[in-house]
């Protein structure tokens, strides 16, 4: 599938990019976590975690029980442990485990999160970078993120992109959580908006295209990923065993901000600008304005055959 955007898609993808990753792992989080860190044109310069599908907590002793697995040791930050303005926090343990790990029993890390919190190390690392240097891909709630645009917005136009997993940008497509909202933007829609009305590059994919039942992980492809015959395989397999017996076929979400990334030429991809809705009726809901001088790539469909090759050849 061709991409729709010369920009990003004619532009060579360098052979070395410096990314870091925001995520609350969960399952699809860590599936996406052990991709990257394997994959060789990627260099994770850090993790930060923030509170999403698990506790803050938990999702950083997840980010460190999957870097332990895989034999990696890259710094993982905190970051924050509620939505914006301090609302309740919203999880998804019931998707997830109550591990958040699809109750694979991964053992507790050696390796303890960075005394630093993840805001000050996010500005103090991109003042080290060259512009341009760094990108980041966002997975859970965008509250850090939302935090650097508020705090630091001169910071924030150093990163190259942001490639975001969250949302719905066609209106037919129904949410995860509500009929308008997918879970991300969901958790904390006021973090959301800032970040996507924020004037800086996005590629964003939402339940549009993560929910492509072609790209689905079901008891077929787990024997696929098996068969790749590889620690960070066997890892992905413990993790996925669980939810995809449960619920005979789980949905990657995470893994495609990241592919999004990586492969953009299997996205059809159209440029809009959004705004995402904060009122009591339609929290998380995005407001999706097709426009050629938008900020946000919004995948709308992905090649799913390629899709599953890359997912399969980067846990081999
Ligand atoms: C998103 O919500 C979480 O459950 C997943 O990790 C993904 O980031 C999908 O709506
Ligand atoms: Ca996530």
């Known amino acids: 599938m061709a991409c729709q955007d ?38 994770v310069l850090a993790v930060t975690t923030v509170s999403g599908n698990v506790s803050l907590r938990k999702a950083t002793a997840n980010a460190l029980k999957i870097m332990q697995a895989s034999g990696k040791h890259v710094p993982v930050y905190m970051g924050a442990s509620r939505p914006l303005g301090g609302r309740r926090p919203v999880h998804a343990e019931g998707i997830h485990g109550s591990d958040g790990l ?13 005394k630093t919190g993840a805001f000050k190390m996010l500005a103090d690392l991109i003042k080290t970078h060259r512009r341009k240097e760094v990108s980041m891909v966002a997975t859970g709630p965008l ?3 939302a935090m650097l645009f508020k705090s630091e917005p001169s910071l924030v136009a150093r990163l190259d992109r942001i490639f975001v997993m969250g949302g719905v940008y066609d209106p037919s ?21 800032i970040v996507m009305k924020g004037g800086r590059a996005i590629v964003s994919s939402g339940l549009d295209v993560t929910c492509d039942p072609a790209c689905a992980v079901d008891a077929e492809m787990l024997a696929a990923i098996s068969s790749a015959k590889s620690k960070s395989a066997d890892l992905a397999c413990r993790i996925l065993q669980h939810p995809v017996s449960r619920y005979s076929q789980f949905n990657l979400h995470d893994v495609f901000a990241l592919f999004s990334l990586l492969y953009p030429e299997i996205f059809k991809m159209e440029r ?3 705004r995402v809705d904060c009122s009591k009726k339609a929290r998380g809901r995005c407001i999706v304005t097709p426009s050629d001088r938008g900020n946000v790539l919004a995948c709308k469909k992905v090649d799913s055959v390629r899709f599953k090759e890359h997912l399969v050849d980067g846990l081999r």
């Open 102 to 114: 699809g109750n694979s029993n991964l053992p507790a890390a050696r390796q303890r999160p960075e």
């Open 173 to 193: 497509v129904e949410g995860n959580v509500t009929r308008y909202a997918e879970f991300n933007f969901y958790c904390d829609p006021e973090a959301a908006d």
């Open 272 to 274: 809009c600008s959004v």
């Open 6 to 43: 010369s920009d990003l898609c004619n532009r060579q993808i360098p052979d070395h990019v410096k990314v870091v990753l925001d995520m609350d792992p969960g399952v699809d989080d860590a599936v996406a976590l052990l991709l990257a860190l394997h994959n060789p044109h990627l260099e």
């Open 143 to 145: 509250t850090n993120v």
